[in-house]
């Protein structure tokens, strides 16, 4: 069974950090790329960043960029998001994703396997 399951969601305040993690089992996770999306309710889902586990090479949504972090444990089949900073405007339901090809996770925002979803809210 492909389970992708996201934890590290909480509550913090503003210009606080929680770390996201994804860990992956039931399929070749070295086959695949991972990403972070967000989303709030009644808004279309954002994609966060992105990790080519293949050669490293990552995306990060220019709202993000310089506070978020990815990285991917390979021994553990787990990806982290290192969420820095955090404002406000962070607040969402925070998804992993899983694709083959890492191009298209980024011009689609589309993957072949999703988690349930971990949620994380910034009071100001």
């Known amino acids: 069974e492909v389970q992708l399951v996201e934890s590290g969601g909480g509550l913090v305040q503003a210009g606080g950090s929680l770390r996201l993690s994804c860990a992956a089992s039931g399929f070749n996770f070295d086959d695949y790329a991972i990403g972070w999306f967000r989303q709030v309710p009644g808004k279309e889902r954002e994609g966060v960043s992105c990790?080519?586990?293949?050669?490293?090479?990552?995306y990060y949504a220019d709202s993000v960029k310089g506070r978020f972090t990815i990285s991917s444990d390979n021994a553990k089949n787990t990806v982290y998001l290192q969420m820095n900073s955090l404002k406000p405007e962070d607040t969402a339901v925070y998804y992993c994703?899983?694709?083959?090809?890492?191009?298209?996770?980024?011009?689609?925002?589309?993957?072949?396997?999703w988690g349930q979803g971990t949620q994380v809210t910034v009071s100001a």
């Open positions: 994703a899983a694709e083959p090809d890492y191009r298209y996770l980024i011009a689609s925002m589309s993957a072949r396997f």
């Open positions: 990790i080519n586990r293949s050669d490293g090479e990552t």
